[in-house]
């Protein structure tokens, strides 16, 4: 997501424009997203993982649909709300079940992390293009560590890991909002926020797994 180039130095009213049109892409997925949330409340792991490789698919596709078809990339992202809902619904549910109050402190964490981390980069002038690239090898190498946890046991691995998740998803969450200034065309609007609610969805679970092992640990 992060290997988009600016499309040029947009006027303030495209800015807005761009704005106003990603963000409801962006609440429209999150509508997407709860509605696959609560469908696939009863999942087992075996269909969340084809549901994760369906949004995973979806994802991609948006890639090649941005270039042809802005109906295509909207039909898309849509699927990949559902779809990513549905795969993380069992995780979902068993909080709800286990751990309610962790699914609201993640959620309240998640609105002052994207908003603060957002508005910094919305703000800055400093190109952060350079910094997307070592986020985006830092994030490769995160997914390498949570590999390692699987077969490791490492102590206090996965608070680790979700705290450097956090670090990686501050600087990806500037630079989509810095991309969100900048680009030129509202055509781009579906892929920058399929690339925001990827920042928020990822900024929450690290949240919930920080907040969630902590309740579990009283």
């Not at 999942?43 to 078809?69: C, E, K, N, P």
């Not at 190109?127 to 090898?137: I, K, M, N, P, V």
């Not at 609007?189 to 579990?216: C, E, H, K, M, T």
């Amino acid at each position: 997501m992060e290997s988009y180039a600016y499309g040029g130095i947009a006027t303030r009213d495209q800015s807005h424009t761009l704005f106003a049109q990603t963000m409801g892409f962006v609440a429209g997925t999150a509508g997407l997203f709860a509605l696959g949330a609560y469908l696939g409340r009863d999942f087992g792991g075996g269909a969340a993982v084809i549901a994760y490789i369906a949004s995973f698919a979806a994802l991609i596709g948006m890639q090649f649909a941005a270039r042809r078809s802005r109906e295509l990339t909207i039909g898309l992202l849509a699927l990949f709300g559902l779809f990513i809902g549905l795969a993380v619904a069992p995780t979902l549910a068993f909080y709800a079940n286990e751990n309610p109050q962790a699914l609201w402190q993640s959620g309240g964490a998640t609105a002052l992390f994207i908003a603060g981390f957002g508005a910094a980069g919305y703000a800055t002038r400093r190109d952060l293009s350079a910094l997307a690239r070592y986020a985006f090898w830092a994030l490769v190498a995160l997914i390498a560590f949570s590999i390692v946890l699987i077969f490791v046991s490492i102590p206090n691995g996965a608070l680790i890991y979700a705290v450097l998740g956090l670090v990686i998803f501050a600087v990806l969450t500037m630079v989509d909002f810095q991309r969100l200034r900048r680009n030129t065309g509202v055509a781009s609007a579906p892929v920058l926020a399929a690339s925001i609610f990827l920042d928020i969805l990822n900024v929450f679970l690290f949240f919930l797994q920080i907040l969630g092992g902590r309740s579990n640990d009283r």
